[in-house]
């Protein structure tokens, strides 16, 4: 937690907020065709877009049927489309299970979030994915573990 004077010290450098209603499918689009990297990095990149944590970006792309490995500058505008929808939908729903405690996160009271008991990729690796039956995978990307469907998010 920090005290400043102006808010912008801390996060003037943070992307766009994904519910916010200035987070249009086309400002996603508009976001997506300046990058060359790895869609799973940039929704991880909280100087391109606020708040989307690494689990979330799993299940944003699981639903949304995208593949973490694709370049964000290739995606078209119906995939962005359906990312944009898929992103809120997500965070609206962790938000509404008190969030994700995979690891440590707890509420201030101590009370748990159990947004993790609903996720369909993230940390399922080896399961089999609830759509298809294949079995879900993890692969590392830029550190971080990275899950998904291979049948039903392509490769």
Known sequence: MWLVEDETEVVGKLGAEPLDHDFTPEALSEVLSRHNMPIKALLCDQNLIAGI??????????????????KAKDLSGEEAMRLHQA?????????????????????????????????????????????????????????????????????
Do not use: K, W
Not at 97 to 113: I, K, R
């Open 53 to 70: 944590g690494n689990m979330y970006a799993d299940e944003a792309l699981f639903m949304a049927g995208i593949y973490p490995l694709r």
């Open 87 to 155: 992103i809120r939908q997500v965070l609206i729903a962790a938000i509404g299970h008190g969030g994700a405690s995979v690891d440590t996160y707890q509420h201030p009271d101590g009370e748990l979030g159990n947004a993790q008991f609903f996720f369909q990729v993230a940390h399922r690796g080896g399961d089999p994915c609830y759509n298809c039956n294949t079995t879900i995978e993890r692969i590392s990307l830029r550190g971080r573990g990275t899950y998904f469907c291979p049948r039903c998010q392509g490769t």
